[in-house]
């Protein structure tokens, strides 16, 4: 069975920064694309960020320059550094995989459970 577990939300002043980090455990060969979305009260669940396993990334115009995406391939965790951050920015943020090999097969479409990130003076 394999897993994503969130952890780094928490409540922050604006300007602050938060570092999230999402581990994917399970018996696990390889992951494809590696991501983040966020789901604000009101509002659709958007895309925040993605990286590949090649690390090539990705980033919603509303973050660029602002977040940071990385991966650690070894430990099949996905990072994503938050700096500057603004009240628009709050939302609880989902860890995504869109593919990874397991030693039961391919599984596709996992996500986390979601860690609230909250920004507030």
């Known amino acids: 069975q394999v897993q994503l577990v969130e952890s780094g939300g928490g409540l922050v002043q604006p300007g602050g920064s938060l570092r999230l980090s999402c581990a994917a455990s399970g018996s696990i060969f390889s992951i494809d694309v590696m991501g983040w979305y966020r789901h604000a009260p009101g509002k659709q669940r958007e895309l925040v960020a993605t990286?590949?396993?090649?690390?090539?990334?990705n980033y919603a115009d509303s973050v660029k320059g602002r977040f940071s995406i990385s991966r650690d391939n070894a430990k099949n965790t996905v990072y994503l550094q938050m700096n500057n951050l603004k009240p628009e920015d709050a939302a609880v943020y989902y860890c995504?995989?869109?593919?990874?090999?397991?030693?039961?097969?391919?599984?596709?479409?996992?996500w986390g459970q979601g860690t609230q990130v909250t920004v507030s003076s």
């Open positions: 995504n995989v869109d593919r990874m090999v397991t030693r039961l097969g391919p599984v596709f479409g996992s």
């Open positions: 990286i590949t396993s090649g690390g090539r990334t």
